[in-house]
Structures are given as C-alpha cells and as structure tokens.
C-alpha cells in the first residue's frame, strides 16, 4: 500500500512538470491505472455472510455506549466539536449535538480536503453478526441550522453532508452513497450512479417544486429516511424528507452489504458556523422496498400529530 501510494505521488509531480502534450498524455494514463491500483488496495466490499432474520441497530443517542467498538470522528481535529445535550431532543433525555469551531479555508477549491467532521460511525463489520445485507431502510430526525453560500461559477459551493453510507470495509470508504444539502435548500442523494457523479431518476428542485415545499425545514425536526440497496447488478437508493420523496437514483460499486454508517457534522471547509443535532437513529435490514412503505406513513402521521409540518 506504501509502495502504491508513493508511485502515485511521483506520477502527480512528474506530470505537474511535464510540457509536451504526447508524454504529458503516457503519465496521464499510468496515473489513472495507478489510482485504480491503489483503490482496488484499499477498498474492502463483500458479501453480507449472516443468515439470520432481519437486524436493527437504533440510537436515541442517550449514552456513548451506543457505539462502543467503533470509531468517533474527533471534531477539534477538524475545527469542530459534538456531544449529547438535552436542550434540542426529539426523543429520550438527549440528543447528538455537533457544531463548527471555525472555517478551515476561505473557500472549497483548496488543492488539500479540509472538511468539517465531528460524528459517530456504526461499524457492522465490527459486530458478531457482521455488515448488514441491503436493501436496509435508515431513519433519523435532524435539527440543523445552517447558511449555505452559491460560490462564485468555477469554484465550489458550499455542501453540508448528513448521512453517509459504505458497502467498503476498510477505513478508506472508498466507496460511498451520501445526503447531502446544498444552497438550493433540497436534500440530494450523492455519488450516484457511481462514485463522483450526480445523476438522478428524480431529484427535487425549484422546477418540478415551484412551490419549494421540498425545501429542507431549517431550525426544525426534520425526518430523513433513506433506502439503499447496494445490490451488485440492481443497486439503488431513495430519500425521503418527512416522508416526502426528494431524491431517487441507481447504485452501482456494491456487493449486497451495508458496513458502516455515519451521521452527524460533515461540510466543506468554508463554513463559518453550522450547529446540527441528530436523534432518533434507526438501521434495519428489509426484503423490499414495499416493507419500508408502512414506515413512511407512519413518520406523516406522527409528525402531523405532533404540528411538526
């Protein structure tokens, strides 16, 4: 992995140098067949093996117990910060609290990744039982206070990410599905179909949503549910934003497993302040799409019971 690693990094300076067009073009394709070297390296996606009924892991986030045995992102070391309060709870005595300290850059384009990261994982990998088998129906409320600027055209935009999911193993997640909202207001499945890319079966906007009812409730409960299935030929993910679809797209990259999971304070590097609190937290594998339905319904009910819309 060291070897693979520092062969890339001297194909990156090497072409940095380079002028003529036709070499310039060689080192580009020995790094792209790098990079898939070191990818494939790092990259652990298999097969669920259990065989057992369906599992659920839940939080309410009333105790670091909870996760114990897996990994907790450290938020001073990203200029952020979390831990359990009670002063914003959908559930049970507390919640999970994470805010940003201070902006890590003046903008997104910084040659080095600094995002803002203050979060718990869940590690199916790490239990007796091992990853989960999708499809799996995730749900979780969120309160999040945040402004999210439209950078000028050729820089990138500011981003808050809420929940991202891996069928990958290893500690790289190379491989990734994520929520994400964006200056538009609406929440958006990323990395779909592939990795890197943002193509969609339905995405919410301010076209198909003149109204903009779709738009992400700041400063409010709001309840997230997303469907991943990271089946190898048929992958597929759906979202739903208090119980209202808002993003669909395919999935490719998976062998059939969900391993590890985080929610909480992910977003880029420009942000000044963002405060969020996540509660409520539920995992559970599912047969089919049709099983999460009733679910769904039930999320409409409750929040209209409790004058949450």
Known sequence: MIELCSLLNIRIFIVCLLSNN????IFKLQLYLSLLLVVAACTDINKPSFKGPNRTFESSFE?????????VESGPSFDSNQQLVSDSVMDGMFSHKAWILKSRAVNNDGLIYLPHRAYPTIQ???????????PCLLTLWVNLD?????RPKGSISDWFSLITLTPDQSDNWTRTVVVNLTPDGYLKLVHVPNQGEQKWIYQADSINNPSKSLQFKMKSWNRIDVLIDFDAQNGYAKLWQNGQLVSSAK?????GGLAQV??????????????????????????????????LAKSLRYMNRINLF
């Open 124 to 134: 199916f990998q790490k239990t007796k039982d091992g990853i989960f088998r999708t």
């Open 22 to 25: 036709t070499m310039m073009q």
């Open 63 to 71: 105790s670091l117990d909870d996760f114990k045995g897996f990994y």
């Open 262 to 295: 985080h929610c909480g304070l992910y977003a880029c590097a420009a942000l000044e302040y963002a405060v969020i609190y996540n509660d409520k937290l539920r995992i559970m594998e599912i047969n089919s799409e049709s099983e999460a339905l009733p679910f």
């Open 251 to 255: 999935v490719n990259g998976g062998n």
């Open 146 to 150: 945040v402004t999210l600027k439209q």
